[in-house]
């Protein structure tokens, strides 16, 4: 069984936008950091974004101002609004956690190596 299950990826022209969920399979998880991270085909992973169970968030420059994380504890779901794409946001896109202990900063720094789920796809052309 997946851990997670993401959605949302697709194609969309430069200033497009976008919003991926991402449903954890267990309220295991609700106590986790989650957040997102991507890889571009030929590149190294790059975290994205992170989202403390308390709600604190941090990101990443090269997303800051454009991609906004959510999370509904509730729902076990994790959404990330992505906003103004530009092409270098072409990757595979990716939902994972870290331990709870962690400050969001701290999560950012790691998310890239925690449990994740299948990816999803997002496409942006100019």
């Known amino acids: 069984q997946e851990q997670f299950v993401m959605s949302g990826g697709g194609s969309v022209q430069a200033g497009g936008s976008l919003r991926l969920s991402c449903a954890a399979s267990?309220?295991?998880?609700?106590?986790?950091?989650m957040g997102w991270f991507r890889q571009a085909a030929g590149k190294g992973r790059e975290g994205l974004a992170v989202i403390t169970y308390d709600g604190s968030t941090d990101y990443a420059d090269s997303v800051k101002g454009r991609f906004t994380l959510s999370r509904d504890n509730a729902k076990l779901t994790l959404y990330l609004e992505m906003n103004q794409l530009q092409p270098e946001d072409t990757a595979r896109y990716y939902c994972?956690?870290?331990?709870?202990?962690?400050?969001?900063?701290?999560?950012?720094?790691?998310?890239?190596?925690?449990?994740w789920g299948q990816g999803t796809q997002v496409t942006v052309s100019s």
């Open positions: 994972a956690a870290a331990p709870p202990s962690m400050t969001a900063p701290q999560c950012l720094r790691v998310i890239a190596t925690g449990a």
């Open positions: 267990t309220h295991a998880w609700s106590t986790y950091c």
